[in-house]
Structure formats: C-alpha cells, structure tokens
C-alpha cells in the first residue's frame, strides 16, 4: 500500500486542521492507499512543497499554475463554494456603500485571482477605482484600515469570515461578489496517473456515504464534491482582462453588488 500526501491550502487549515486529517483517513479506507494528510505552515510552505503533494487542494490561482506547469489532473471541487471578495470600508467613514469606490484608492492583494472577482463586480456596474493598492496579505489589508491607512479595501470572503467578532467590530462590511466563477479545486499528481479514476469517483461519492462521507464533508462546510475538467479551470485566466481594464479606465463613475 503506497503513501499518498495530502496538501491543503493553509487558508482551509487555519482552523480545525483535524477535519481534513479526517477526509485522509476516509479516502485511506475507501481507497485502500494511505493518505498522510501533512498540513503547510503557511503559503510560502505550502508553495515550497506543492509538487510533492500527491493530491491538493488548492486555491484558484495554484490549481491553474499546476496544471499548466505541473501536469496535474483537477478531479473534483465543492460544489457549494467559490471564491468570492468582501468589499469593506473604514469605521470612520459615515454610511459607505460600494458606488462611494469611483475614484478611489482601494487596497487589496493583487496578486490573487480572487482580487479580479472584486474588479470585475465593479467595472460590470460601472464603478471605476483610481487604483488598487497592493499588500502582501489580506491581513495586511485589514491591517491599514485598523491604522486609517486605507479608507477602502477588498478582502477574499474565507478571511473575512474567519476574522473574530472584535476584528469584524472594527471594519465595516459594504458589499460582497456573487459571481461564482472561480473556486478550490482537488487535484491529482501526474505521478498517481493510474490511481485517478478510482480517487475520482471516491471524492464524487462521499455524499452518498450517510455514515461518514456526508459527516466529513459536512465538517469542511461542503455539501458534495463534484467531477471538475481542465477547461473549466484554466478559464479562470479570463479574469485577468478585468486587471487591465481597471488599469486603462482608473478613474471614471456609478451602482453595484
């Protein structure tokens, strides 16, 4: 029986890192190999190790890079989540809405897919920002609205819902996208090529098993696991359009989410 390491995002391991030593125990006896759930520090951890992970689950913008760099095959995703942005302002601020964004600066970690959703939300109901102000963490990004350095910021939704009540009493909360097009996904190394078909149909049927699939996955805040193609996951790139767009029409007006 061969040794199968299971690497999970660090967002999805902040807390309650036992319910995905769970799902590798589950897949370890529905499957038949074992599954060594190994849980990253944090992302440059996580990314320093991403190649031996036998399967991942990985966020959007890791899915893509290992698939077209890696070779890896996507199997399944939840079909109940996406990666969505909250939109959030200053306490200082009287009464803020999502249409105050026209022409200003708002901060953000624009290096992550999920920062295009929150462009993309404003540009489609015409809402056009002076510009978006970079940070190397969403907590860097809550940070400058704690520190008045920033009146204006989005931040990737797991992150603020995982905030504690006392931080959350400290920003207010605008808006937030719907838009669904972007999300986790589970996926296989091309080193487990034979074992795919079997680790697929595994994660597919989870929901069906009533005396612990449903359980673990219910613990994770999934509902089921769905079969996921390439295709649909290098579409993602796509937003990369709404990053440029921003860029061309900083700072012209608007109604949004």
């Known amino acids: 029986m061969s040794n199968i390491k299971l690497m999970v995002c660090p967002h999805d391991t902040a807390k309650n890192p036992e319910n995905w030593f769970n799902f590798s125990l589950y897949l370890t006896k529905a499957i038949g190999n074992s ?6 520090i944090d992302f440059p951890d996580f990314h320093d190790q991403l190649t031996s ?41 009287e009464t803020p809405q999502v249409t105050d964004l026209t022409d200003k600066v708002i901060t953000s ?13 404003l540009l489609e109901n015409n809402i056009k920002p002076a510009s978006i102000e970079s940070k190397e963490s969403w907590m860097a990004v809550v ?15 797991d992150f603020y819902e995982g905030l504690n009540n006392l ?3 400290g920003l207010q909360k605008i808006g937030e996208t719907t838009d669904g097009t972007i ?4 996926l296989v190394s091309p080193n487990l090529i034979d074992s795919i078909t079997i680790i697929q149909e595994t994660l597919v049927k989870m929901h069906e098993d009533t005396d612990a699939g ?11 696991l769905v079969a996921v193609s390439k295709d649909e996951i290098l579409k993602f790139e ?20």
Not at 64 to 88: G, Q
Not at 109 to 121: A, D, F, N, P, R
Not at 183 to 186: A, E, K, P, R
Not at 248 to 257: L, R, S, Y
């Open 167 to 169: 931080s959350k009493s």
């Open 214 to 224: 449903q359980k673990i996955l219910a613990a994770l805040n999934i509902e089921k």
């Open 109 to 121: 970690v624009e290096s992550m897919m999920v920062t295009k959703v929150g462009i993309k939300c």
């Open 183 to 186: 999300h986790h996904n589970l």
């Open 35 to 40: 599954f060594l759930f190994e849980k990253s």
């Open 53 to 93: 992970g036998g399967l991942i689950y990985a966020n959007p913008q890791d899915s893509v890079k290992l698939i077209k760099e890696h070779n890896y095959s996507p199997v399944a995703r939840p079909i109940n989540l996406s990666d969505e942005i909250v939109f959030i302002a200053s306490k200082g601020l």
């Open 143 to 157: 940070k400058s609205i704690f520190r008045n350095e920033a009146d204006y910021a989005m931040v990737y939704k």
């Open 238 to 257: 796509a937003l990369q359009v709404y990053q440029v767009k921003a860029a061309e029409t900083a700072g012209e007006t608007a109604p949004c989410c």
